[in-house]
């Protein structure tokens, strides 16, 4: 049993079926339903690498691009070095900075409108 299953407040396949329920809503854009299931599982396993990987995705495309970078720092924290997928999270990550920066340039024209 590694280090995060000890830590980990559910059983092996209570996690896995919260994961495939999490990865069916994404895929049908129920970003509210799956967001819900993944936060559960972020308290139930607080240093599981995979929940916040899929966590960064889904906060991407539900359009929260500020809780996506941190659930990327998560990820980034919890993944052992061997094991990180840094294209799949950079890519999440660079998405997610050009997504608050068009906000933010959107924030500063709007102001300078008025």
């Not at 691009?65 to 660079?94: F, G, H, T």
């Amino acid at each position: 049993m590694s280090e995060s299953e000890k830590k980990s407040h559910i059983s092996q396949e209570q996690r896995e079926w919260m994961l495939t329920q999490s990865y069916t809503r994404l895929m049908h854009r129920q970003y509210k339903d799956c967001l819900i299931l993944l936060r559960g599982l972020c308290a139930l396993c607080p240093e599981d690498a995979e929940v916040y990987s899929m966590m960064s995705y889904a906060c991407l495309e539900a359009g929260d691009p500020e809780e996506c970078l941190s659930m990327v720092d998560k990820y980034m924290q919890y993944a052992a070095p061997e094991k990180q997928n840094i294209k799949e999270i950079q890519w999440i990550r660079e998405r997610a900075q050009l997504r608050i920066n068009k906000k933010t340039q959107s924030d500063k024209k709007g102001e300078s409108a008025e």
